[in-house]
T-cell receptor, first 112, second 113 residues
Framework: GDSVTQMEGPVTLSEEAFLTINCTYTATGYPSLFWYVQYPGEGLQLLLK?????DKGSNKGFEATYRKETTSFHLEKGSVQVSDSAVYFC???????????FGKGTKLSVIP | EAGVAQSPRYKIIEKRQSVAFWCNPISGHATLYWYQQILGQGPKLLIQFQNNGVVDDSQLPKDRFSAERLKGVDSTLKIQPAKLEDSAVYLCASSTTGPDTQYFGPGTRLTVL
């Protein structure tokens, strides 16, 4: 079945540091790929998405590129802020499916 | 636009007791999902509704869990009887028809003692 593997956390960075959170997936066909974010005390929010190979999703300074050849969808941000502290989840919906399959999440803490 | 509403936000029960969670999706969203998120893990789909019909409940432990969506709007998820391993956050999400973006509620944190 479909699965998502993302890097183990927690990740601690200083403000303005570069962020990469790795995500790889296993799925048949051409899934849609997502990054969701969960801020402390809040529900999951869609951060960005990409629906076909080589698409780049972007939002709030975060970016991720759908790489079919490496089955990856790594999340990047050039300069993190304290307000980016949250848990980040990589997820996919399989071809023709509405169901999200999530990774385990990566907790990011940004210190001033 | 109002988001997905869930209640209660927190619930503590003893094992073998019953509990119910309520979800009100975004107005006009035909598809509703219930997820279980155990601490340290990603959410896992329990059941998916399209209007008031069940699309997929293959991961719902049907011996103790049940869910309904009357009139294709609100939904209730019930656990009876609860076990210790049911301690988790229960998330409700909704989307328009089709594999569109899912919008999540704040969740209900269940603790089973």
């Amino acid at each position: 079945g479909d699965s998502v593997t993302q890097m183990e956390g927690p990740v601690t960075l200083s403000e303005e540091a570069f962020l990469t959170i790795n995500c790889t997936y296993t799925a048949t066909g051409y899934p849609s790929l997502f990054w969701y974010v969960q801020y402390p005390g809040e529900g999951l929010q869609l951060l960005l998405k990409a629906t076909k190979a080589d698409d780049k999703g972007s939002n709030k300074g975060f970016e991720a590129t759908y790489r079919k050849e490496t089955t990856s969808f790594h999340l990047e941000k050039g300069s993190v802020q304290v307000s980016d502290s949250a848990v980040y989840f990589c997820a996919l919906t399989g071809a023709g499916s509405y169901q999200l399959t999530f990774g385990k999440g990566t907790k990011l803490s940004v210190i001033p | 636009e109002a988001g997905v509403a869930q209640s209660p936000r927190y619930k503590i029960i003893e094992k073998r007791q019953s509990v119910a969670f309520w979800c009100n999706p975004i107005s006009g969203h035909a598809t509703l999902y219930w997820y279980q998120q155990i601490l340290g893990q990603g959410p896992k789909l329990l059941i998916q509704f399209q209007n008031n019909g069940v699309v997929d409940d293959s991961q719902l432990p049907k011996d103790r869990f049940s869910a309904e969506r009357l009139k294709g709007v609100d939904s209730t998820l019930k656990i009876q009887p609860a076990k210790l391993e049911d301690s988790a956050v229960y998330l409700c999400a909704s989307s328009t028809t089709g594999p569109d973006t899912q919008y999540f509620g704040p969740g209900t944190r269940l603790t089973v003692l």
